[in-house]
């Protein structure tokens, strides 16, 4: 795991098998239960959830429109404050959000121009995306608050690269992910 120059780090869950950011799978069947087990599976340890809508229960929009789950890692005595209104190098989206409240942003996008042509729309859970600083520094018995992200009308049967970017006073943290989602078969009867 590592952490930023600031000293805080994000999670993405679910994961691959073997813990590697990249979430494969086929579109429209539940032959592959791996990520919502793994999902149900992190629900079950955690005291409370927030509202994360559809990402908040199963099949937590697997097999079409995948959510993930990003937390900030559990580190003893981090507290920040959220941006200040004099920050230049934010996404438009976060600008805005700022207009309306003072939390720990965050934005998630296609990494590549590539990604970002084919990416679709990413819905947030809580809308907008944002983590209530005076929830930190937290304790050990605490559990991190959530954020889920849902990623919908991407094209199948490429691989994605998407990064999620914590913004808050005096840096930032981020997260990437590949999500590639093969493309449903379709049978061709001949006669």
């Given at each position: 795991m590592t952490y930023s120059q600031q000293g805080i780090g994000l999670s993405a869950t679910p994961t691959s098998v073997n813990t590697q950011p990249i979430i494969s799978y086929k579109a429209y069947t539940d032959d592959d239960?791996?990520?919502?087990?793994?999902?149900?599976?992190?629900?079950?340890?955690?005291?409370?959830?927030?509202?994360?809508?559809p990402c908040g229960?199963?099949?937590f929009g697997y097999w079409?429109?995948?959510?993930?789950?990003?937390?900030?890692?559990?580190?003893?005595g981090w507290s920040t404050k959220p941006l200040r209104n004099d920050t230049n190098d934010i996404p438009q989206d976060v600008k805005n959000w700022m207009k309306t409240d003072q939390k720990l942003w965050l934005h998630c996008?296609?990494?590549?121009?590539?990604?970002?042509?084919h990416i679709g729309k990413i819905i947030y859970y809580p809308d907008p995306p944002g983590f209530d600083p005076g929830l930190f520094p937290i304790n050990m018995t605490d559990d991190t608050p959530l954020v889920a992200v849902q990623i919908t009308n991407?094209?199948?049967?490429?691989?994605?690269?998407?990064?999620?970017?914590?913004?808050?006073?005096?840096?930032?943290?981020?997260?990437?992910?590949?999500l590639y989602v093969t493309p449903k078969r379709k049978v061709i009867l001949s006669v």
């Open positions: 239960k791996q990520y919502v087990d793994e999902l149900d599976s992190f629900f079950k340890r955690r005291k409370r959830s927030s509202d994360l809508g229960s199963s099949p079409n429109k995948p959510c993930i789950i990003i937390r900030i890692n559990k580190q003893l996008h296609g990494f590549h121009s590539y990604d970002k042509e991407f094209t199948l049967g490429i691989s994605l690269a998407v990064e999620c970017t914590l913004y808050y006073d005096g840096g930032s943290s981020s997260v990437a992910f590949l």
